[in-house]
């Protein structure tokens, strides 16, 4: 069983700052690809930022100089620190992950893991 869970969504004003953790657990051979999307009601889920094993990062451009993305290879972990957040910023943030994982004797993947998401707001 391969899972991702997130935490470090809430509430938070205009230009205030949060940050989202997420963690990868189960029987994991390798992680390639991580990354945040995000979805409000009513709208496909975008992505707003992803990172490389080899730690190269991309954003959507709406999030450029205010979202960082890191991850940490060894804890099986990635980050999304925001800044500057904006009421547009408010959405469910999904983790996802590009992994393979072992079964039984097996190496299986790649697969393609969601987490469950984690609610921010932003709001006066």
Known sequence: QVQ???????????GGSLE????????????NDMGWYRQVPGKQ??????ITS?????YTD???GRFTI???????MVYLKMTSLKPEDTA???????LEYFSGHYILGPLEVWGE???VTVSS
């Open 4 to 14: 991702l869970v997130e935490s470090g969504g809430g509430s938070v004003q205009p």
């Open 20 to 31: 989202l953790s997420c963690a990868a657990s189960g029987s994991i051979r390798e992680i």
């Open 45 to 50: 889920r975008e992505l707003v930022a992803s």
């Open 54 to 58: 080899k730690l190269v990062s991309k």
């Open 62 to 64: 709406s999030v450029m």
């Open 70 to 76: 890191s991850r940490d290879n060894a804890k099986k």
């Open 92 to 98: 469910v943030y999904y983790c996802n992950a590009d």
């Open 117 to 119: 998401g984690t609610l």
